[in-house]
């Protein structure tokens, strides 16, 4: 196994906020109600401390995209995220055409927020919206109502943002065919750039897990997800991951360089990052908890380097979501091994139907895709 050249894999930076003003069911983020003062400032300053240790890592690299997830970002005011984002170009360079993405839900952000966010450097904006319904707000106990969620985008139009991504979900209690259609209707009534729709799932270490609400059945999810992939395609949106639906040429970049395997900084509470490096390939955590994070954020964690098992699934994990799938050269590119590694797999998974026939792509099917574990188990030598 060779080791990539870091200089050839594209680097973005990960920025986790980690409070929300309440913690819903379904989310298994690392995320925390915040239950007294926000200390914005204090974790800003642990933020760019964090990333004064980290600053080795970039290699002098260029990073293309910045992510600042959580938790819900939208908390935190226009003047942090601008200290933020400056403390950020005094130790890295950004690349001029960056894609700046902030997180916002409709129930903890106004007008005067978003146009700071836009001054401050942030060009993108992912709402979360969820669902149109108020009952289906309810059963998942967002904060915000329907009409907060249109508010929220015109807002965030107004204030000068032109790429918007809007977040849905579908599956959710109780939902009908109908009810799901409607979301995605009165979602591209808003005529945002990108459109993230995708299935609550209901994960382990979560409310939903102790108390499983009642969900459609896989017949009814599949008729949702087959009549809702069409209706976005007839709607001018191109499906061009499992869950993500573009505008031309609106495609979320910094997504992208995960799905591709590519490398990411991660500065937060309980933020994972992958570099390559020449010794291989790292995967690194920082520490969870907001309060020791604040306390030590220069302190390492979970640092492993992949074995070549790990890097084969890894980049099928990823890269087997995109639609187009990825070349055969990427694959050595960004792992490192031979694609002999995994010529047999390859060719049971197209045995199987799960992966197209082309001799310098890998592919999946739309049967690729519909069982994606199916095709990843082919991969798994751990």
């Known amino acids: 196994m060779t080791c990539p050249e870091p200089g050839d894999v594209p680097l973005s930076l990960y920025v986790h906020i980690p409070w929300c003003v309440r913690k819903c069911p379904y989310c298994d983020f690392n995320s925390h109600a915040l239950k007294e003062e926000l200390p914005e400032q204090a974790y800003v300053q642990a933020l760019l401390e964090d990333l004064r240790w980290q600053q080795p890592l970039a290699f002098g690299r260029k990073i293309n995209s910045i992510f600042i997830g959580g938790g819900t970002p939208s908390l935190f005011s226009g003047v942090a995220i601008d200290d933020l984002l400056r403390g950020i170009r005094q130790q890295l360079t950004v690349a001029p055409e960056a894609e700046i993405t902030l997180e916002a839900n409709p ?15 942030v060009n993108r904006l992912s709402i979360g919206a969820q669902s149109f319904h108020t009952m289906h707000l309810k ?70 897990h102790h108390q499983p609400p009642p969900t459609p059945n896989e017949e009814l999810l599949w008729k949702i997800q087959q009549k809702g992939q069409g209706y976005l395609r007839k709607m001018g949106y191109a499906q061009y991951e499992v869950s993500a639906f573009a505008k031309p040429k609106m495609v979320g970049r910094h997504n992208l360089n995960y799905w591709t395997f590519g490398d990411y900084l991660a500065m937060g509470a309980g933020a994972h990052g992958k570099i390559s490096m020449e010794d291989g390939v790292i995967r690194y955590s920082r520490e969870r908890h907001p309060q020791a994070y604040m306390q030590m954020p220069g302190a390492k964690a979970n640092r492993r380097v992949l074995e070549a098992g790990d890097l084969q699934l890894e980049f099928m994990m990823n890269a087997m979501r995109l639609r187009q799938g990825v070349a055969i050269a990427l694959f050595e590119a960004r792992t490192g091994l031979p694609f002999a ?6 060719k049971q998974a197209q045995a199987s139907g799960l992966l197209e026939t082309q001799p310098s792509r890998l592919q999946p099917t739309v049967r690729g895709q519909a069982f994606l574990n199916d095709l990843l188990i082919l991969f798994d030598k751990g």
């Open 107 to 121: 129930g903890a952000a106004d007008a005067d927020h978003f146009a700071a966010y836009r001054a401050a450097g």
């Open 139 to 208: 059963a998942l106990e967002r904060i915000h109502s329907p009409e907060q969620v249109r508010q929220a985008v015109s807002a965030a139009s107004d204030a000068g943002f032109e790429n918007i991504n809007l977040d849905l979900m579908f599956g959710l209690p109780g939902q009908s065919l109908q009810q799901a259609l409607a979301d995605l209707q009165q979602a591209v009534e808003l005529a945002p750039a990108h459109i993230s729709w995708y299935q609550l799932t209901i994960e382990p270490n979560t409310r939903f």
């Open 341 to 346: 590694r995994i010529g047999k797999e390859v």
